[in-house]
């Protein structure tokens, strides 16, 4: 079966936007209802923004009205009405035109959502540039203003798998980084303690300078 893109973050929106059934939440994005149940009740994916998916085409209101009427009725996805991007071995991602001023949206989601990912990152991403990042994140881009942040996979910029790539790759690169330093903290803490006991040692008593002549 078919799944929506970012599948808990649509249980969150669907459960928090709509009244139909745990199990018709859980069957449409593929999860078991004691854990949509736990979305309803604030035990998981607390922080998680949740994804409309009637905005990004995945499901029709229509559709959500039928299965309103029918708690046995299950919500049947909706064939994607922009393409999904495809994977590219080199270079920064190729951005369709029509969704490219959507792009500083995206950059404005992923600093907000995820700041351990490096410029680098959101550039292969979503094929923008530096400098774009810089006036995003500075507020100094000429639309500053009217920017919104808005999930890159809902506007159909990259692809969850993806995004989650990228994510892991950064969030493993902060471990890494925090545990060196760390390490560090630890050596120089055991060489200042080092240094300090040697001070507090006494000094050894000096050799008397010239032997007592014969008498």
């Known amino acids: 079966m078919t799944l929506p893109l970012m599948p808990k973050a649509t249980a969150v929106w669907l459960v ?5 059934t745990f199990e018709q939440i859980a069957e ?3 999860l078991h209802p004691l854990e949509v149940q736990a979305i ?8 998680i923004q949740g994804l409309d998916p009637v905005a990004s ?10 299965c309103l009427t029918d708690p046995n009725a299950r919500l049947k996805i909706a064939k994607p009405s922009i393409p999904h991007p495809t994977a590219k071995t080199k270079g920064a991602r190729y951005t369709p035109v029509a969704k490219r001023q959507d792009r500083p949206a995206a950059i404005a989601w992923l600093i907000k959502n995820y700041p ?6 959101i550039c292969k991403l979503i094929g923008t540039t530096k400098s774009t990042i810089s006036a995003v994140r500075e507020k100094s881009h ?6 919104k942040p808005q999930n890159p996979v809902g506007l159909g910029i990259c692809s969850e798998a993806d995004l989650t790539k990228q994510i892991d790759l950064a969030q493993a690169r902060a471990g890494a980084v925090h545990a060196r330093a760390e390490k560090q903290a630890r050596a120089e803490a055991r060489a200042t303690a080092a240094a300090e006991t040697a001070k507090a040692e006494p000094a050894p008593a ?4 010239e032997e007592p002549k014969p008498q």
């Open 16 to 20: 928090e936007n709509t009244a139909l």
């Open 28 to 30: 449409y994005c593929g």
């Open 40 to 47: 309803a009740d604030g035990e998981v994916a607390i922080g």
């Open 57 to 66: 085409g995945q499901l029709s209101r229509d559709e959500i009205d039928r």
């Open 116 to 121: 351990e990912l490096g410029d680098a990152q």
């Open 142 to 147: 000429w639309n500053a203003h009217n920017i």
């Open 206 to 209: 000096e050799a008397a300078s």
